[in-house]
């Protein structure tokens, strides 16, 4: 029997070229750019003035909302610029500035080769569910699978909702991406530790960590740490996308589904990445807040791919550096994986939380053929995992038909890709649609703020 969602979806080429490549650490730069907006919800506030000196770890802006998060500085140093740096994708963005020098360099490597545990087992368990959701809260830790969601959110259901479940993101069905499967084979107990302390957080007793078969090897090792243990266990799913995405994963594990527009709370069930699992088993556990994530840096030409740890606000274009820099044969260049990722215009620009990879394709790879007539041939209806008909949405958006693109579920539209992925007249479906669903929400949103 398949083991998989079930609705659309498509089976690009895996093009997993860094499968086998373990974490590279990459040397803490001497100067960092961290922005303040690197998590949906509102940007955080920086607490911190020109001139001052802060330590690796210290917060450098406050969470300033329900839905937001903290943001850490990963090296220490002086704080020299306090103003906007454009990001990867053009748009300006609030921004401080951190130098080192070599006296801050010297203890940061220090502190990294000495670093000890904050909190032994014995008090790890005495934590309450409150006290773990509180530290997660403060160490800035988001959802990594992508979204950058702030994870305490997820951990704060409205009342009257409640999951039995924990649904652990080992998927990583984008193309060429592998920072997740890295991880796993690098730190699976420590992943381990960090999902008892989610489904204390969650209030569950029950955990499932859906890993697809292409990563069999995860999977084994998964299977023998949790043997003898009732309360997690691992669902080895088949190979399809977009099986990462909170819906499809949750159908494919559980056979659930979440209601259209609802979160998965709705449906019992609360789904975290296995490097958000990582980050919280640190925060607890080492006292750090989340400064450094695994990047995969990847692409056919690329002269050192691999799976980076890279702090947080390292500038991308040095990490391209380490990995033997842009290739000759370069035509685009995707934050993310080709599915869902987005094109960079700049590549002098800070990375950030939400960062999982950075593909560079040959142009061979890259370039849109020209788009012909749509034939209604419906191909991109039956790869839409979500049920809608992209072909329409696409068309009331580019029409700017904004009440019908509402009323036929634009919202819905996870930009998962799988629809431009299959039309043969190679459509730009996903573009307008993108474009449709941020019009529509932003209508939506202010309808109801005048409620
Ligand atoms: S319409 Fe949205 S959800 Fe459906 S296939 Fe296209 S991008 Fe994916
Ligand atoms: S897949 Fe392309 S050609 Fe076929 S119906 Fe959809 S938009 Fe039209």
Redesign the pocket.
């Known amino acids: 029997m398949s083991h998989t969602f079930h609705k659309g979806g498509v089976h690009p080429p895996e093009n997993k070229i860094t499968a086998s490549c373990h974490i590279i650490e990459v040397e803490l730069p001497r100067e960092v750019v961290v922005t303040f907006s690197q998590h949906i919800g509102a940007m955080a506030v920086c607490c911190r003035s020109k001139g001052e000196h802060v330590k690796r770890g210290d917060l450098i802006a406050k969470a300033s909302g329900f839905v937001s998060a903290n943001v850490h500085t990963p090296i220490s140093g002086t704080v020299t610029r306090l103003d906007k740096w454009k990001t990867a994708f053009g748009y300006a963005a609030d921004t401080v500035t951190i130098v080192a020098d070599d006296e801050d360099h010297a203890g940061d490597m220090a502190s990294i080769a000495g670093r000890e545990t904050l909190r032994t087992a014995k008090e790890v368990a005495s934590l309450s569910d409150k006290d773990i959701v509180e530290i997660i809260d403060n160490a800035g830790i988001v959802g990594l699978g992508g979204a950058a969601f702030p994870t305490k959110v997820k951990l704060s259901p409205p009342s009257g909702m409640n999951a039995d479940m924990l649904l652990i993101n080992g998927v990583e069905c984008e193309p060429y991406l592998t920072n997740d499967h890295a991880l796993m084979l690098a730190a699976p107990q420590k992943i381990l530790d960090g999902i008892k302390l989610l489904m204390k957080a969650a209030g569950t007793d029950r955990a499932v960590i859906g890993i697809e078969r292409n990563k069999d090897d995860a999977i084994k090792l998964f299977e023998k740490l949790t043997t003898g243990d009732p309360s997690i266990s691992v669902a080895a799913l088949d190979v399809k996308y977009p099986q990462g995405s909170e819906k499809q994963l949750i159908k494919a594990v559980t056979g659930r589904e979440v209601p259209s527009g609802a979160l998965p709370i709705a449906a019992g069930v609360i789904v975290h990445n296995v490097a958000t699992a990582y980050a919280v088993y640190e925060a607890v556990y080492l006292g750090k807040p989340l400064i450094e994530r695994i990047i995969t840096v990847t692409g056919p030409s690329v002269k050192r791919p691999g799976n980076y740890n890279v702090p947080i606000g390292m500038n991308i274009a040095d990490l391209v550096d380490i990995a033997g820099g842009v290739p000759a044969d370069t035509g685009k260049i995707i934050l993310g994986g080709p599915m869902m990722g987005r094109a960079v215009v700049s590549l002098d620009a800070p990375t950030i939380k939400g960062v999982s990879g950075i593909l560079m394709l040959p142009y061979d790879k890259s370039h849109r053929d020209a788009v012909?007539?749509?034939?209604?041939?419906?191909?991109?209806?039956d790869?839409c995992p979500m049920g809608l008909e992209?072909?329409r949405l696409?068309t009331l958006s580019r029409h700017k038909m904004w009440d019908e693109a509402e009323d036929d579920k634009i919202i819905n539209c996870i930009e998962c890709g799988c629809?431009s992925y299959?039309?043969?007249?190679?459509?730009p479906?996903l573009d307008y649609i993108r474009l449709g669903k941020t019009t529509v929400g932003s209508i939506i949103r202010d309808r109801q703020s005048k409620k």
Do not use: E, G, N, T
């Not at 034939?375 to 209806?381: E, K």
């Not at 299959?422 to 459509?427: G, L, W």
């Open positions: 012909q007539p749509c034939i209604r041939c419906a191909a991109c209806v790869a992209p072909y696409a629809c299959s039309c043969p007249s190679s459509r479906i």
